[in-house]
């Protein structure tokens, strides 16, 4: 997995790429989180579009970067999980955890109504 981040409307925006199995990927989101919150940028977006599979190695590490930022004041959002995705959090009842969004824009959006 990789990823890269973007900032748009006061919201940092996480794309992942690839199979999200956490291990190594979970440590270098970990660290770019910390540099975030740093930085004071707690508005989180992560675009699910490009993942093509998620374990539950990868659900804990989604389920740590939410309880990271929630603790420095922020919160964590998807956008754009895939049929698949969609359906592993509906599994795993992750579904009422996250707020979940069928674009970037609108998750990016949905940080202005709260």
């Known amino acids: ?8 409307y006061g919201s940092v925006v996480i794309e992942f790429k690839g199979n999200v199995m956490g291990g190594p990927d979970a440590v270098s989101l970990n660290e770019k989180l910390h540099e975030l919150i740093d930085a004071e940028k707690t508005n989180i977006v992560v675009n ?7 374990n539950s190695s990868g659900l804990g590490m989604l389920i740590g970067a ?10 964590l959002r998807i956008a754009n999980a895939t049929d698949k995705i969609q359906s592993l959090l509906v599994v795993t009842k992750l579904i009422t ?6 674009s970037v824009e ?3 959006a949905s940080f202005n109504e709260d």
């Open 66 to 75: 939410l309880t990271t930022m929630r603790k420095a004041g922020g919160d």
């Open 1 to 8: 997995m990789s990823f890269n981040t973007s900032e748009r």
């Open 106 to 108: 609108e998750a990016v």
């Open 48 to 54: 699910l579009s490009k993942v093509k599979f998620m």
């Open 97 to 102: 955890v996250f707020k979940h969004y069928n």
